[in-house]
């Protein structure tokens, strides 16, 4: 049985869980006390699990994978048979990387000021916000583009991918960071869109339509 270690707040654990539920996959979830317990810092934790003390970690078996973005392309290539979320042709494949190296950069700037805002954690507001503001235009233009030719996704592609689960959780977690969406409306519409697709699950902050 898969194990997540996981933290319900976490933008990362919740791309993981998105993915898993979406490809009907049972696993089970290993409650990490990321605040105000700091167990991802914990000795035994960088030790034992994760020697960057970070959420989240996947174990499958004896494979154990740590960052979400490389657990999201090991998940769709093991587990979704049909090849949707992550399909095998080479210049999607090289858009969808793209745009995982892309969902660090939200993890940075929106996550780190969440966490401040969210925890009194120390965090450099005024390059967050900056740094924010550029992804959250680079992704705005992309979905634009894509938008003006009848498309909704990230790479392109006539479905959602890992790409879109990846720069996901953080777009949406945004007004939690204090950064207006209202400047993106291509991202906002692809949220909308996204929390629209059958089978979406909600986290604390981001709300299942629904219910
Ligand atoms: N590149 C990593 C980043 C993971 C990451 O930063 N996770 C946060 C939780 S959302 C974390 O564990 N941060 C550790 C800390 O802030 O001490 C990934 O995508 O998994």
Known sequence: MIRLYDYEL??????????????DVA???????????????SRAFL???????????????EFRLRDAQACLVYLASQYDHAGHWYPDDARTRGTITMWLATADDLTRSIAAARQHY???????LARCEALA?????????????????????????????IADIA????????????IDLRRFPAVQAWIRDL????GFIAMPGIFDPKL
């Open 195 to 198: 929390r629209h697709w059958p």
């Open 167 to 178: 720069c996901f959780p953080y777009a949406a977690l945004a007004p939690e960071a204090r």
């Open 47 to 61: 030790q034992d699990i994760n020697p960057l003390g970070q959420l989240p970690v996947l174990d499958d078996g």
């Open 118 to 124: 969210s925890f009194g954690l120390d965090a450099d």
């Open 10 to 23: 976490s933008g990362n654990c919740y791309k993981l869980r998105l993915l898993l539920h979406w490809l």
């Open 133 to 161: 503001h550029a992804t959250l235009r680079l992704l705005d233009d992309a979905l634009a583009e894509t938008q003006a030719a009848s498309g909704q996704w990230l790479a392109a592609t006539p479905r959602p991918s």
């Open 27 to 41: 696993y089970e979830r290993v409650p990490v006390n990321f605040h105000p317990g700091r167990e991802h810092r």
